[in-house]
């Protein structure tokens, strides 16, 4: 059973169709990167998934479950998306890190927060606090920051603020990791380090999610290729596919300047 | 000049009597003021539009007269106009009148400070606290709070001088703070009358608070100075 499958989701904002009869699954352990040129909805599908857009129709389930059917009505209680969300990690383009807490507490914070919820939180206090300190510090290290742990974002490097962002979203164990063009803000060799990470992460047969301009990389780390144009899935299959034999007239296009370039 | 060292004990007493009030009334209205502007920062940031419309006319109204009106209607109004004196006649009454009508104004001025404050958090960082499983009062409190903090800090030390200069309006209905009791000695207090120069005098009192406060709040905007 595929552990995430995505059936029919539509988004409109306004009068614009963002997201048109999105379908496709996802395997444990798998990786699937979306290209496609900007606008095609690549965000708004990886937004939709973290609930932080809420689909006009359509289904999500994880493990069998569905987490969402956009078509049923009933309104969901902000506690119970807030768990469904946890099924999702998501690496913004931007970091969004936490500006006022060092590299070390932006790990720490959500997972410490959600600790406070476990019934045994009071009794076992400092015993949570230190097994999560060890847990961050053990991602950190694991994204080669093991002395950058007590900096702030603003002493980091872009390259190093991803990495710090990718462990954040590491902390809370998602079942599925989204990476919304993690490279995008960061200059050639800060976007070296960070996808070094990403293909570790693969690696180690982390389930993820990436949408990339960075078109060897998709190639070279996916299971699976998405590309979409104007809202819609175009073209899926495995990299070979997609970047061997191109069916579509319109993927030929987007990748040609990246295949003259190889 | 001999007169004056003569008269300086008596009146600095009265001066350091009326300051008492004065400061009293800046803490009293930074108390109440302090938390209600967040609490109107959030009215008129509501996504129910009569709670955004109405507060923010109350805002308008506020902000859009004078303070000294405010003053006398809300002291004046309850007993003049309703027959009710609310507020007794004695200098308590006076005081807690002026409270009243400084806690709310001022509250109306920090709530569109606030509000600036929290919108100019990128909305990356609620987003950020969301997809991580957080709630919106964790994400207010852990992660928006500190950094609106560190963005209100200089104008609302604008806000904070103002309003040490601005209790003086609570003579108007004649509470006894620091202007009102260097005029009484204009008018004849403890044996010294005609005397002007002991109303001029109280400018040094809020000179050297208003100093005392630019140095302290300049302490924690640089505390705040470790993030960016």
């Known amino acids: 059973m595929p552990i995430l499958e995505v059936e029919h989701l539509c988004k409109t904002f306004e009068r614009t169709e963002v997201l048109k009869d999105i379908s496709f699954s996802l395997e444990q352990g798998q990786v699937v990167s979306i290209i496609g040129s900007s606008g095609s909805g690549k965000t708004t599908l990886l937004r939709c998934l973290n609930f932080l857009e809420r689909p006009d129709s359509g289904v999500i389930r994880v493990n069998g479950e569905v987490l969402l059917d956009a078509g049923n009505p009933s309104p969901e209680q902000e506690a119970q998306i807030r768990r469904k969300r946890l099924h999702f990690g998501l690496v913004f383009q931007s970091f969004n890190l936490f500006p006022q807490y060092t590299a070390l507490e932006n790990v720490m914070l959500a997972k410490e927060l959600l ?11 400092n015993e949570i606090h230190e097994e999560i300190r060890v847990l961050a510090e053990e991602l950190l290290r694991q994204m080669g920051l093991e002395n950058r742990m007590g900096n702030y974002p603003h002493q980091l490097s872009g390259g190093q603020c991803q990495r710090v962002a990718i462990a954040r979203a590491l902390a809370l164990k998602p079942d599925i990791l989204c990476f919304d063009e993690p490279t995008s803000a960061l200059d050639p060799e800060l976007t070296g380090e960070v996808l070094r990470v990403i293909k570790e992460l693969a690696d180690q047969q982390t389930t993820m999610i990436i949408v990339t301009h960075e078109m060897a990389f998709a190639r070279d780390v996916a299971h699976h290729v998405i590309f979409m144009d104007d809202g819609y899935i175009l073209e899926q299959g495995t990299p070979e596919q997609v970047f061997g034999n191109t069916k579509e007239e319109r993927t030929r296009q987007f990748l040609s300047r990246f295949n003259q370039g190889q | 000049m ?10 600095i007493r009265s001066l350091n009597i009326g300051f008492l009030q004065t400061l009293k009334l800046f803490f009293v209205t930074l108390a109440g003021a302090l938390p209600l502007g967040l609490v109107i920062a959030f009215g008129s940031m509501s996504r129910f539009r009569p709670v955004s419309w109405l507060t923010r006319i109350v805002v308008w109204i506020v902000r859009g007269t004078p303070l000294m009106i405010q003053l006398l209607i809300i002291y004046y109004f309850p007993g003049l106009v309703l ?3 609310i507020w007794g006649s004695g200098e308590s009454g006076r005081f807690v009148a002026a409270s009243v009508a400084f806690v709310f104004n001022y509250a109306c001025y920090f709530s569109e400070i606030y509000r600036g404050g929290i919108q100019s958090v990128p909305v990356g960082q609620e987003e950020a606290g969301l997809v991580l499983g957080m709630t919106r009062s964790q994400i207010f409190f852990k992660v928006t709070l500190l950094q609106m903090i560190k963005r209100i800090v200089p104008p609302m030390s604008n806000e904070i001088i103002t309003l040490v200069k601005d209790t003086s309006l609570a003579r108007i209905i004649a509470l006894q703070e620091i202007i009102w009791a260097g005029q009484a000695f204009l008018k004849g207090s403890q044996g010294i009358s005609g005397e002007i120069w002991p109303l ?3 400018a040094l009192y809020y000179l050297v608070f208003s100093g005392v406060l630019t140095v302290l709040l300049g ?3 640089q505390k705040l100075n470790y993030f960016r």
């Open chain 2, 2 to 11: 001999e007169v004056i060292m003569e008269q300086m004990p008596i009146v």
């Open chain 2, 200 to 202: 001029f005098f109280t």
């Open chain 2, 83 to 85: 027959g009710n004196p």
């Open chain 1, 115 to 125: 600790a406070k919820e476990q019934p045994d939180y009071k009794a076992r206090k």
């Open chain 2, 219 to 221: 302490k924690l905007e």
